[in-house]
Structures are given as structure tokens and as C-alpha cells.
């Protein structure tokens, strides 16, 4: 069997796999909408699409969206809100966008549907379709979130930060009952990321206030990235994440990280724990191809799963008519 036809039969198995493992995920089942707003998850993709088209980078900042969402108050929506001590105005999100197609799609569902189809799940549709536009593989949804009625700024110190060690991002990720396998699987969604130099630059010059560079770097690697983050340069000046193929979902990201060429600390130091390090040598291998359907078979799992963090489902939460604002 020819490669082309070896991926195209191995994405429909993981198609297939992933509808039969999205139902009864924390009250959630794909398929929610079907009879109450038929049009809902075809109308988030072409809102995504669109935009897309017009700016290939969206693609990551949609993902980046869910996953903050989620990992404060659980997945409701919460990071949409607007206000000076709403969540999304906390440090970590403060680089946080897309707002404007999240605030799109839930225009025209409401018009077509109104008072149906949660923020909630605009955002887990959105981030599915942003993977998929990025080259990598879709899955079946579960859906039937409800938009949670706190945003508090406050709590999003529960995210995982870019110096964060192994323990600490594994203390973080095991508190939302995600694991070390799926802390791997779903950092790789940093395939499409980019980053501040401001969070990254002092693994260049000044690592541990020793005045030298993080050994871990890969010296050719460090040269391209002093280049982009001189040290009194624009500390937002953005960097890729997977220095070869940005907007691209593939593996290329963790091949980075076994060679030595992770931008994030906290990226870096995957490789050298003895838990995780196994895991990002399963994704990066030794030949593409095979080793590459691997992460496309996994990373929908573990979607799956974060995005079902502390949902709330039936008569929990509001479904709100503006995303920015609660009822």
C-alpha cells in the first residue's frame, strides 16, 4: 500500500475511533445539536475557515483559547467574559485571541438558533477545526457544554506557565486528571504555537542568573533564536514554536525537543524527565510516516478528555446570548 493511501486509511480509523469514544464524556455526546441546531457545528467551520484563510495563525490561537478555558473553572466559557477582574485579563491570558471568531459564530447561531448552542462548545469545535484546517486530524465532539456564570481573574494561576518544571506542570495537569502521557500529547499542540520572546529570552543570556545560556539548547538552535531575541530587543516580538513548520500540525515539534531545539523551557525539559522523555520519543521516532499517525491517533483522545474538564452539562451554568457577557 502506497503511503498516501496507508494515511488516508489510518485518519478514517481514527475518525471512526474518536465518534465512538466522544459519547458519554462527563454528560456530553456528540452529536447534541442534531435536532435543535442542525447547522451549528457545519456554521463554526466555515467561520473558522474564513478565517483561516485570511490568517493561518488563528489556527493556534483558537486551540490556545480551549485549553485556558478549561484549565480555570473547567470547560464553560469562562475566559470569554470581559471586565477588569475577569479571567481573561489575568497575566497568562493576556496574549489571548480569537475572541472575534468565537464572537462571530455565536452571532449567527443566534440568529439561527437562539438561546441553543453554549460558548462553551463554539470554543471545543473551533479548537477541533483549527487542528484540522492545520493539516492534522479531526474527531467527533462531544458537545451539550453549558457557559459557567464565574470568571475570575484570580484563579488562572492554575495554568501551566513556560518556566514551569516537570513537577509542577505534572502537579497541574494531574490536579485537572489528565496524566503525563496526555501532559505530552497535548503540549504538542505547540505544532502551530508561537511565543514571546519576553518568555523565553533568558534561557539565551542569563539562565539561572549564571550569565551563560541553557545548556540544553541546541548551540546552532541558540544562535537562530539570539538572532530573533536580542537582549534588549522587543520582548514581544513572536517566535515560532516548531522552528521548521509553524503552521503545520505534525510531529516536527517533538523531533525539536529531542534534538534540543525547544523554544519554552518548559517544552525542553520534556526530554529530560524520565516519564515524559519516553513519550516524546514515541512521537518524534525515527521515521515519519507511521510514527506520525501516532500523534494524530492520540492527541483527539486527549482533546477529548481535557475538554471535558469540570463541564457543565443540563441545568448547570446559562447558555449565554453574547459571549463576552453573562445573561
Not at 116 to 121: E, F, G, H, K, M
Not at 197 to 220: E, H, K, S, V, W
Not at 242 to 268: A, M, P, T
Amino acid at each position: 500500500m502506497q503511503m498516501a493511501q496507508m494515511h488516508l486509511v489510518l485518519v478514517s480509523v481514527v475518525i471512526l475511533l474518536m465518534g465512538l469514544s466522544a459519547k458519554g464524556q462527563g454528560g456530553l455526546k456528540s452529536g447534541f445539536y442534531s435536532s435543535t441546531c442542525p447547522r451549528a457545528e457545519a456554521i463554526v467551520k466555515s467561520t473558522v475557515e474564513s478565517h483561516f484563510n485570511r490568517d493561518p495563525t488563528i489556527a493556534a490561537a483558537l486551540l490556545r483559547l480551549h485549553f485556558h478555558d478549561c484549565f480555570v473553572q473547567g470547560c464553560d466559557g469562562s475566559v470569554l467574559i470581559t471586565g477588569a477582574s475577569a479571567e481573561r485579563n489575568a497575566l497568562p491570558n493576556l496574549g489571548l485571541r480569537g475572541f472575534e471568531v468565537v464572537d462571530e459564530v455565536k452571532a449567527q447561531l443566534e440568529a439561527l438558533c437562539p438561546g441553543v448552542v453554549s460558548c462553551a462548545d463554539i470554543l471545543a469545535l473551533a479548537a477541533r477545526d483549527a487542528v484540522n484546517l492545520s493539516n492534522g486530524p479531526s474527531w467527533s465532539v462531544p458537545t451539550g457544554r453549558r457557559d459557567g456564570r464565574i470568571s475570575s481573574s484570580s484563579e488562572a494561576s492554575n495554568l501551566p506557565s513556560p518556566a514551569d518544571s516537570i513537577a509542577v506542570q505534572r502537579q497541574k495537569f494531574a490536579a485537572k486528571s489528565l496524566n503525563d502521557h496526555d501532559l505530552v500529547t497535548l503540549v504538542g499542540a505547540h505544532t502551530i504555537g508561537q511565543t514571546d520572546c519576553l518568555f523565553f529570552r533568558y534561557r539565551l543570556y542569563n539562565f539561572t542568573a549564571t550569565g551563560n545560556a541553557d545548556p540544553t539548547i541546541n548551540q546552532a538552535f541558540l544562535g537562530q533564536l539570539q538572532a530573533l531575541c536580542p537582549p534588549n530587543g522587543d520582548g514581544s516580538k513572536r517566535v515560532a514554536l516548531d522552528k521548521d513548520s509553524q503552521l503545520k500540525f505534525d510531529i516536527n515539534y517533538f523531533k525539536n525537543i529531542r534534538d534540543g531545539n525547544g523554544v519554552l523551557e518548559s517544552d525542553q525539559r520534556l526530554w529530560g524527565d524520565a516519564a515524559t522523555h519516553g513519550v516524546v520519543q514515541n512521537y518524534a521516532g525515527n521515521i515519519r510516516g507511521l510514527l506520525g499517525f501516532r500523534f494524530d491517533f492520540e492527541f483527539p483522545k486527549a482533546m477529548i478528555k481535557m475538554s471535558s474538564i469540570e463541564v457543565k452539562t443540563g441545568a448547570q451554568g446559562e447558555i449565554r446570548n453574547i459571549c463576552s457577557k453573562f445573561n
